[in-house]
């Protein structure tokens, strides 16, 4: 049996499955880099800004039942595709 990749290995393969373009920053990237860090438990990354990209970004997020952190729904809120840029007036 295959050990289970590690919750950032799904994301990323998700985020590259929906071709969302993104860079890798924070203490990953730098550990990736080969900086004397300790064991990062998050990896942070910033998204390409264009519509385009931003409606692939949604479209991975739903796929990975994302949740937006809101004090006032302790599940958190559901990401829809229906919120991304080409939504917007």
């Known amino acids: 049996m295959s050990p289970e990749p590690a919750p950032f290995e799904h994301l990323l393969e998700v985020l590259n499955r929906h071709r969302v373009r993104y860079v890798v920053i924070g203490a990953f990237a730098a550990i990736a880099q080969g900086a ?15 519509a385009e990209n931003l409606t692939r970004l949604s479209s991975a997020l739903s ?18 595709p229906e919120w991304g840029p080409s939504s917007r007036q």
Do not use: H, K, N, W
């Open 36 to 50: 004397p860090l300790g064991a990062t438990y998050d990896i942070d990354f910033t998204p390409s800004r264009t």
């Open 63 to 80: 796929e990975l039942d994302a949740r937006i952190r809101v004090a006032e729904i302790p599940e958190g809120l559901a990401f829809t």
